[in-house]
């Protein structure tokens, strides 16, 4: 019984480490799947030489506070003037929202821009949607957005490229401010894994990967 006990000792301490790293890799996992492929001040720096230089032919978007602000729908001249370079590039702009389709079908009517309402990110299912939709390549499209526990899981978990941008306005619809705080978390766990993790002017600055 003594010899017994001893050895069941041993064997857990031995283990102990083990698990620890078993856990630890898990975390470092469940990180990555939150990490950006690059991280860009703002959508508008996405310029369509940038964007073709990495072989990005559509730009999938989030709305609220990635393209236009929660609370402006219509807009703001910097936007028109982006959109219109993208035309002019034959860079195709879809947008991608959890939004219902009253809120993003008055949000992009200005624009006339082709949309995914109810994406339910940050499952994929709305970004595959789109994929299938409009025949869409993984490798020739990113997606956009402002919130790391939506639209870059999504981006991620659907396999394509991603750019988180700053959110447009500080503040933000009621329904966002709990991943806010749960955003804060997530990003000190990916500037501790991924220290090189910086923001951007455009893509030509260090991939985030």
């Given at each position: 019984m003594v010899v017994k006990l001893v050895k069941i000792a041993y064997n857990k301490k031995l283990d102990m480490p083990l698990l620890a790293n078993e856990r630890r890799g898990a975390v470092t996992r469940m990180v990555s799947g939150f990490k950006p492929t690059w991280m860009v001040t703002n959508i508008y720096d996405l310029?369509?030489?940038?964007?073709?230089?990495?072989?990005?032919?559509?730009v999938l978007t989030d709305l609220d506070n990635t393209l236009i602000a929660w609370n402006n729908p219509d807009g703001t001249p910097e936007l028109h003037h982006w959109l219109n370079l993208l035309e002019l590039a034959g860079i195709q702009v879809?947008?991608?929202?959890?939004?219902?389709?009253a809120r993003v079908d008055r949000a992009v009517a200005p624009f006339n821009l082709p949309y995914i309402h109810r994406a339910l990110k940050p499952f994929a299912l709305?970004?595959?949607?789109a994929l299938r939709r409009w025949h869409l390549r993984r490798d020739e499209v990113v997606m956009v957005g402002?919130?790391?526990?939506?639209?870059?899981?999504?981006?991620?978990?659907?396999?394509?490229?991603?750019?988180?941008?700053?959110?447009?306005?500080?503040?933000?619809?009621?329904?966002?401010k709990g991943n806010r705080l749960l955003e804060k978390v997530v990003m000190w766990r990916l500037h501790h894994n991924y220290p090189e993790l910086t923001w951007q002017e455009d893509l030509n600055e260090r991939k985030a990967h």
């Open positions: 310029t369509p030489a940038d964007l073709r230089a990495n072989g990005i032919k559509v879809i947008v991608v929202s959890n939004n219902s389709r709305g970004l595959n949607r402002d919130q790391l526990l939506t639209d870059i899981w999504a981006a991620h978990h659907s396999g394509v490229r991603s750019v988180l941008v700053k959110p447009i306005l500080k503040s933000d619809a009621w329904i966002t």
